[in-house]
């Protein structure tokens, strides 16, 4: 186990221990009705993480044994991760079923990164044109991800209580 990565999958788990009970508080209103600056609501932003851990669980274990680099579909540009949250409608989607899907994802998430593979860190996949992001920088960035939207969503928060 490379304890870089330990430590990284740590502060992801810790993250989603804190904040799960935090978000299962939130009401109706508050999940709903206030946006960030990319106009998506609590219920959103919490969709568009379940999203990011899934991709990139998938492209962890992709560049574990795919030839180097890897062509993955385009999720965050060209507006295609709004896409994503459109059309799986986290509008609807049940409030404590998303919070685990979230929080489990997440969890997932965080063991594929302790079961990661030295001899793949500098794999790499393209993340946009002229753009190649190695295995490494990709695990090493996710927490500042899960960070900016769980800032969010706070700012958020203190919105709706104001």
Request: charged content about 20%.
């Amino acid at each position: 186990m490379i304890e870089k990565y330990e430590t990284l999958a740590l502060e992801i788990t810790n993250a989603i221990h804190k904040w799960e009970n935090r978000l299962q508080l939130l009401n109706e209103e508050q999940i709903t009705i206030p946006r960030n600056s990319q106009h998506r609501n609590i219920r959103q932003i919490l969709g568009h993480m379940v999203d990011s851990a899934s991709n990139n669980t998938h492209r962890a274990v992709h560049l574990q044994y795919r030839e180097n680099p890897v062509e993955f579909p385009n999720y965050a540009t060209n507006g295609n991760n709004d896409r994503w949250i459109a059309i799986q409608n986290y509008e609807q989607e049940d409030w404590q079923h998303l919070i685990q899907l979230w929080k489990y994802s997440n969890l997932h998430y965080a063991h594929v990164v302790r079961q990661i593979r030295a001899e793949f860190l500098q794999q790499k996949w393209i993340a946009a044109p002229n753009v190649l992001v190695s295995l490494d920088e990709m695990v090493t960035d996710y927490p500042l991800h899960l960070y900016l939207h769980l800032n969010e969503i706070d700012e958020l928060i203190k919105e709706s209580a104001s």
